[in-house]
């Protein structure tokens, strides 16, 4: 559904030097910049698949995102989305795929939702019927009806989020591409997207490409993801993998009999062949362990200490991504 | 394969979304043309009780204001009136939604231009029969109702040219940040070679001789011609054969920028 093989984007742009001074040379003598956001990625992508991307900010997820539907033109490289090209942007391609930039409104702002709506039936040559029941459909989910006829510049963020999903799902595309759907959202609005999204997808089977800052939002939607990195993959694969692959390490927090522990006194220490002790009180030591050495050192926990309650936990998803994002983990 | 199932959708949208800001809608209208026919007023008034004449290049007092009240209203017909919007999505980034609608992004632009246009077209009738209640029909002139038929089908097609003319030099946004120089430019020089600010009958043979090689009196003098009935069959053939030419030829041009343009566009912007 999605192939692409060795993309490359770069971006070239003039800088210019502070002051007044800058801006009078900027005038004779521009200063040029070339910024390689995309430096030769392949992936792909199945129908109804849902990947996230995850990179630091100008990492290039929105820059591949953009590729893919055809909004820029890539340096090199060549990319098939339903069979098309995509910045052929022929209108058979733009029928059958999405864009929802959470930090762009693509909506007329002066118009009212319903009337985007039915411009983009127009637009999109929706059948009535299917417009109908799209909307009904969509509204529902959503829980915007009452808000259909208002200005879309005199929504919330949320609504507006809402009413941008709803336009770009009316005419059922066959790939969505998300970016950022949550950003600047409270608590409830996120959750209601996010819920929405897995909902539509159980129910359409689009394939979705996802860019989001929130781990929520991965670990809720996404069995896959892509981390990428100065326009990179440094990772591609299962989330659930992740922990395997890069953590080398879990957690053992054992809680301790604060009476029991106080008769033991402060404890012999931890063996330090086992793991590291990260953290330690009374009531709690958590130690940081080798995985082939979780069930020694718990085995250590056990005997040496007052243990009341001993959990084992995988370091978190969302530190390993933002290692991976930042270099510290090969 | 052209669609056209969604134009009137714009039409009709565009239509209501110049209507709903209504005090902007009215006070640039009274403002504009008050102002303008004010001006041509005192300024005619003060060259013809100087010069003593009755007519002047063919045109009486009451002639000219005619001219200026169609030249006034004319123009709205013609020149884009929303200058700087198309420039001002390729800058912000809002272009990326014609992009990915599936429709021909130029025709878009126009039809909703269109609607625009549709108000001024009755802006254009209602103070035309504003001013022939005050002032009545000049002697020299032969405006009628064909006559204005005729300017609003012209100014239309002139219209069109203009719209491609705009569009392909807003798309320089594409490579620079600021285009509103180029845009006041064609609007400025082009009011001044068609017609606009001042009757080209008025300009020197040779001056004449020299704007005749560019667009803008076939643009913006000529509908103002038809509208006061100084045009003749044969005349208009010729002009509109000479606007049609424009016509095709700014299209491509249009058409050329905007496919060389999207391949630098980045979707960047605020």
Sequence with gaps: MIEVVDLRKSFRFHSKEAGLKGSMRALFRRQWQTKHALNGVSMHISPGEIVGLVGANGAGKTTLVKLLAGIVHPTSGSARVLGHTPWERNNQFRRQIALIMGQKAQLWWDLPAEDC????????????????????????????????????RRLSLGERMKMELIAALLHQPKVVFLDEPTIGLDLTAQKAIRDFILRYRSEHKPAMILTSHYMEDIERLCKRIVIIREGEF???????????KYASHKILTAKLNREK?????????FPTELGEVVFRDLEQIKIKVERDKVPKAASALLQGFAVADLMIEEVGIADIIESLQNEKVR | MIEFAWMP????????????????????????VVTEMTAAYFLWRAIFDNNGAQTLQGYSFHGILFYYLFSSLGSKLIQTLNEGIISREIYTGTLTRYLLYPLPFLAYKFVAELAKRLIAILQLI??????????????????????????????????????????????????????????????????????LMLPIEFFPTWGRAIIRF???PSMLS????????QVGAHEWFLEARTLLVWAIVTTFIAAWVWSRGTRRYSGVGI
């Design chain 1, 117 to 152: 709506f039915l411009l983009l039936k127009e637009i999109y040559r929706i059948p009535s019927d299917q417009f109908r029941s799209s909307l009904e459909e969509l509204t529902s989910a959503l829980d915007v009806k009452k808000q259909l006829n208002v200005q879309i």
């Design chain 1, 234 to 244: 440094v990772y591609d694969g299962p989330l659930a993998n992740i922990s395997n």
């Design chain 1, 261 to 269: 522990q106080g008769a033991l006194g402060a404890g012999e220490g």
């Design chain 2, 9 to 32: 959708h714009v039409f009709s949208i565009e239509l209501r979304k110049a209507i709903s800001y209504r005090a902007q809608f009215w006070i640039r209208f009274v403002l504009q």
């Design chain 2, 126 to 195: 209602f103070c035309l029969g504003l001013a022939i209640w005050m002032w009545s029909l000049p002697a020299d002139q032969n405006i009628s109702f064909s006559s204005v038929a005729l300017g609003i089908f012209t100014a239309s097609l002139a219209g069109y040219v203009y719209f491609m003319i705009s569009a392909a030099l807003e798309m320089v946004a594409f490579w620079q940040d600021t285009v509103w120089n180029l845009l006041a430019m064609v609007r400025f020089v082009g009011g001044l070679l068609g017609g």
């Design chain 2, 214 to 216: 560019t667009p803008f």
């Design chain 2, 222 to 229: 000529f509908p103002i011609h038809c509208f006061l009935g």
